[in-house]
């Protein structure tokens, strides 16, 4: 295994992932109006910071880069742990001493389960808000962030013109590979997104991860709640099928939670660790393995 990331690293890798979540909520305000007067803007270094990350992960997710993480990561031989033993090696990214972080990852996830909790949503549901980022322990195997966090895309087909920054694509070899920049790709029409490699990152893998254990609805949120260009703006309707449709639904649902769930007090992580552990036996192995 790679050696241990610094702190300077670990900060990194923390800022650059709360970056891509408020470029998330700048492109998709809750409120049009509110998120105009309020979102704080960004200086001109920040711009930078975003459309940087964007074109390094435009160009290097080809079809073979994703083909060779999924044979990395996917036989699941990490590591094995146990649940709270990821949230809190997880939670490393960030140091608790930091002023500028507004909520550490535990924090974001607890913030994401207590508002589908407090809704009434099923047990699963709530269980799968509070799972949903853990796949961000990629950062701390030694992944780059552009491999981490981000939007996730089909590779191996066209990369549509709804995805933030497309012009990026053309740094990709894949835009000029006749096997991968048509329609269909490697694919075919209406194959159904199970068949369809998405690019690398963290949802992936907590999918894998997990895809023994949640009912369908939880696993597609699991899988595909950073794929923006088709919850948001439906740019691959084609590849779908009529199940997909009916997942995105709770993809949809799961969304909101994601994004708007900014609570008035952040979650007490201590206070809620029973409730969650209790929720977690009922799910899961004793175990988890990454
Ligand atoms: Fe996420
Ligand atoms: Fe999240």
């Not at 607890?110 to 549901?125: K, V, Y």
């Amino acid at each position: 295994m790679k050696k241990e990331l610094t702190k300077e690293q670990k900060k990194e890798a923390y800022d650059v992932m709360e970056m891509w979540e408020d470029d998330v909520l700048q492109r998709y305000p809750e409120n049009q109006e509110k998120a105009k007067e309020e979102f704080r803007n960004y200086d001109a270094p920040g711009i930078d910071t975003v459309k940087q990350f964007y074109k390094t992960n435009h160009e290097f997710q080809t079809y073979d880069f994703v083909l060779g993480k999924e044979k990395q990561y996917l036989s699941l031989n990490m590591r094995e742990m146990k649940l709270w033993d990821a949230v809190e090696f997880l939670n490393t990214l960030v140091d608790d001493s930091d002023p500028d972080t507004d909520l550490d990852q535990t924090q974001h996830l607890l913030q994401t389960s207590e508002a589908i909790r407090a809704d009434g949503h099923p047990d699963w549901f709530v269980l799968t808000g509070f799972l949903h980022d853990l796949g961000k322990v990629l950062c701390l195997f030694g992944e780059p962030q552009w491999a981490v966090v981000g939007d996730t895309f089909p590779v191996g087909c066209k990369f549509s013109d709804k995805i933030v920054y497309p012009e990026f694509f053309s740094l990709n070899p894949d835009s000029t590979n006749k096997d991968y920049n048509t329609k269909y790709g490697v694919y075919e029409e209406h194959c159904g997104l199970d068949n369809v490699h998405m690019s690398w990152g963290h949802d992936e893998y907590i999918y894998h991860i997990m895809k023994d254990y949640l009912p369908e609805e939880g696993l597609a949120m699991l899988r595909y709640h950073s794929f923006y260009s088709q919850h948001r703006e439906n740019a691959y309707d084609h590849l779908m099928v009529k199940h997909d449709h009916e997942m995105f639904k709770w993809v949809d649902t799961f969304n909101k939670y994601d994004l708007y769930s900014k609570a008035a007090v952040p979650p007490n992580v201590k206070e809620l660790r029973p409730y969650y552990e209790d929720l977690a036996a009922k799910f899961l192995p004793d175990t988890l393995k990454f």
